[in-house]
């Protein structure tokens, strides 16, 4: 069964699109799934698909500027204006409003890169209500964080928040291309290292990763980081919560692994049970290695059958 579900966003402008798949089973729980910077909730078919198949009801939305709810609010690329919370908010609605139609479930969450930021947002604030959290191509210390805000807030105070700066992706992001060793073409190759996988990212029409993104959802963005940076923001999370920490070993973002392991010392430092894999060899999606993405996949539900 697959509902598909509206509410508004806590920006106060957009309506979210969501989507709700729910097994032909009796469920063993929830898992909500957060995607990352610029794609859409789509591009999990298969893991949504192998999680349902494993009896897991499985909740997911397409943030403000991404995917339908970008299309039909004509907000490409613009989070609105209320703030760096606003991604994570929003996830909570979805959550309330998944918990009201199937209640008493246990209930995951599922966050990859940017949807890792949100999802250690969302921990921070609402972790008591989980079973369990996953983070995956999540990194530590963003690199240069604090010129990066320092840049984008000069845009916004300039009166320039709502254009998009052509240079300033290229400034907060540009370290992610190192070691993508066939060059860069397309602009995604950090992403995988399998042509046919980047083809299909900058090719999708329902993908914003090529499209423009606002200056001040960019200053969102990196002040979001900024929360979620530190021993500060591990020990606002519950400590009883299990998390299970996944990442490529060869993934710029978790910078070849050394910030994903920094994540996983804040929390393991603060007193939290983190389950930490790498994968060695594989990039930023190690959910779309064909050679992978089962493997990655099995081991999440095994986290989860394990909270049960």
Same mark, same amino acid.
């Given at each position: 069964m697959l509902h598909e579900v509206t509410f508004p966003s806590y920006n106060e402008r957009d309506t979210v699109y969501g989507?709700?798949?729910v097994p032909a089973a009796e469920p063993k729980g929830i898992l909500q799934l957060i995607h990352g910077f610029g =794609?859409?909730?789509?591009?999990?078919? /298969?893991?949504?698909?192998? *999680?349902?198949d494993a009896g897991y009801i499985v909740?997911? &939305? $397409?943030?403000?500027? /991404?995917?339908?709810?970008?299309? =039909?609010? &004509?907000t490409w690329g613009d989070w609105g204006t209320k703030g760096p919370h606003t991604m994570m908010e929003d996830e909570h609605r979805l959550h $309330?409003?998944? !918990?009201?139609?199937?209640?008493?479930?246990?209930?995951f969450l599922f966050g990859h890169s940017m949807g890792s930021f949100i999802t250690r947002d969302y921990i921070g604030k609402y972790g008591e209500e989980l079973t369990g959290a996953v983070i995956? #191509?999540?990194?530590? =210390?963003w690199p240069d964080?604090?010129?990066?805000?320092?840049?984008? +807030?000069?845009? !916004?105070?300039?009166g320039l928040g709502e254009e998009s700066d052509p240079d300033l992706p290229g400034k907060l992001m540009g370290w992610m291309f190192s070691r993508c060793t066939e060059? !860069?073409?397309l602009g995604n190759e950090w992403i995988c290292a399998d042509p046919a996988v980047q083809k299909d990212h900058a090719a999708d029409p329902f993908d914003a990763f090529t499209r423009p993104t606002s200056n001040r959802a960019f200053l969102y963005f990196c002040q979001m980081m900024d929360c979620i940076t530190g021993p500060e923001w591990a020990e606002k999370v519950p400590a009883a919560l299990p998390i299970y920490n996944?990442?490529?070993? +060869?993934?710029?973002?978790? +910078? *070849? #692994?050394?910030? !994903?392991? +920094?994540?996983?010392?804040?929390?393991? $430092?603060?007193?939290? /049970?983190v389950e930490t894999r790498l994968y060695p060899g594989y990039r930023h999606e190690i959910h779309n290695y064909r050679d992978l993405k089962d493997v990655v996949e099995e081991g999440i539900i095994d986290f989860m059958n394990r909270q049960l």
């Open positions: 989507w709700i798949y =794609e859409h909730s789509r591009r999990y078919l /298969h893991m949504i698909s192998h *999680f349902v909740a997911a &939305d $397409d943030h403000v500027g /991404h995917g339908k709810t970008a299309i =039909e609010n &004509d $309330d409003l998944t !918990v009201k139609m199937y209640p008493n479930l246990p209930y995956c #191509g999540t990194t530590g =210390e964080l604090a010129e990066g805000i320092a840049a984008c +807030q000069n845009l !916004v105070d300039r060059g !860069v073409t996944i990442a490529g070993d +060869q993934d710029p973002v978790g +910078q *070849f #692994g050394t910030g !994903v392991m +920094q994540v996983a010392n804040w929390l393991i $430092d603060s007193g939290h /049970h």
